[in-house]
């Protein structure tokens, strides 16, 4: 049978965290290792009642094969949300897509020929390096520093490798939780617009900032690129909804690749996030998510200072839902995840982030997933493992 299977299918990895997950599915294990909103977050009762009201008054529309693009309405209300951080988008230039993971494929099958050049950041998004990986491009990796991406470094790639596209999370990156300064954002503005490489922004964080100021969208200051969206962090990541932003004529084939994957996203889900979003009070939502991260992330910073060695370093993210972890020089958290394991915590060791040469001393750790118990204990038990494992290597 082996011989039937493409060759790509041999060179991309199996996701690391599904894996993983299989193994935090026992109880008694406190996972820092998914990638989960906080379901108490979800606006459960606001979605059934939306859900009620489609289809009372609206199931011949939602319940009907629809157009490629997405449903209007909810393609102008993305259109109005980017005016209020000053993106002027169209809804034209908006395709609604089943989570922006699915723009990453859709992207990937669009502009990527076996051994093209892509530069990614360093680390990534674990299921990027898969989705794109999938169209068999040279990743080449740019370091990833406190503010940003290394900007010599990438105006270098850029010169000398001429890559098709840039794939960047600018906020909050998962996994690092690391943010572009707005100094970065203008400089990326300056050395794209006269490249010829695509720079693509992924952002389903940006709007949990729960500290620090918003910052534009690096597209404010890009002639080229792709803006990818989510509902998945503000809304309901089961529902699969997210975006894409391009232009006339990247867009024209985005939608040939989607109409060909499958005719349509889920109009009954559109048009119900679209009753949602229109009917009830957002922005009061999302000042509760806000809030609740801060609290969960405020306490594993602060837990880490109690339990982990002094010489363990990490990101304070301002948003999102990870931050990062440098163990210090020559210990490896895969070695440390089977330590953990016995203490019954687990996370993700950073190796799979990387798509060459992993960082072996790192490792994520999610905070939207856990009440401040949880975390508590989940780094107390962790920061034993670290002991431990340092005992056992020195
Ligand atoms: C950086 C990044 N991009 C894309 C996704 C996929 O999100 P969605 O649920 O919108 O498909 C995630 C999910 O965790 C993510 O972290």
Redesign the pocket.
């Known amino acids: 049978m082996k011989d039937l299977f493409a060759d790509r299918m041999s060179k991309v990895p199996r996701s690391f965290v599904r894996e993983i997950l299989k193994v935090t599915e026992n109880p008694d294990i406190i996972s820092f290792a998914g ?1 989960l909103p906080n379901p108490s977050s979800f606006p459960s009762k606001e979605i059934a009642e939306s859900t009620a009201v489609v289809l009372k008054d609206s199931s011949d529309e939602a319940l009907q094969y629809s157009s490629t693009e997405g449903y209007k309405p909810l393609r102008n209300y993305i259109s109005d949300r980017y005016s209020n951080v000053g993106l002027d988008v169209e809804s034209d230039n908006i395709l609604i897509i ?5 723009g ?1 494929d859709l992207i990937g099958k669009v502009f990527l020929n076996p051994g093209d050049v892509m530069l990614i950041e360093r680390p990534t ?1 674990l ?2 390096i898969q989705a794109f990986g999938l169209y068999e491009p040279d990743f080449v990796s740019i370091p990833l520093l406190d503010d940003g991406v290394d900007i010599d470094v990438l105006k270098n790639k850029l010169d000398s490798l001429h890559p098709k596209l840039f794939y960047s ?1 600018p906020n909050f ?2 996994p690092t939780g690391i943010t572009y300064s707005l100094k970065k954002r203008k400089e990326i503005g300056e050395i794209f617009n006269h490249s010829n490489t695509i720079f693509v922004e ?1 952002n ?2 940006g709007e949990i900032r729960f500290m620090g100021k918003d910052l534009p969208p690096v597209k404010s200051f890009l002639e080229n690129s792709v803006l ?1 969206g ?3 962090k503000i809304v309901s ?1 089961g529902m ?1 909804l ?1 975006w894409i932003v391009a232009d006339d004529e990247i867009m024209k084939h985005l939608i040939t690749v989607k109409q060909a994957s499958d005719l349509h996203s889920n109009l009954l889900t559109q048009m119900i996030v679209h009753h949602y979003l229109t009917g009830y009070n957002v922005e009061k939502h999302l000042k509760i998510i806000r809030k609740m991260y801060k609290i969960q992330r405020d306490c594993m910073v602060a837990m880490i200072k109690k339990y982990f060695p002094s010489d363990v370093k990490y990101t304070k993210p301002e948003g999102g839902m990870f931050l990062w972890v440098i163990l210090p020089e020559g210990m490896s958290s895969m070695e440390l995840f089977e330590a953990a394991i016995d203490e019954n915590v687990a996370f993700v060791p950073g190796e799979a982030f990387y798509s060459e040469d992993p960082q072996k001393n790192t490792l994520r750790l999610n905070f939207s997933n856990s009440d401040e118990k949880k975390i508590e204990e989940g780094i107390k038990r962790l920061g034993n493992a670290i002991k431990h494992l340092r005992a056992k290597i020195n």
């Open positions: 990638g089943n989570g922006s993971q699915q990453l998004y299921a990027a999370i990156q998962n992924d389903p964080y990818l989510s509902f998945s990541p699969r997210g």
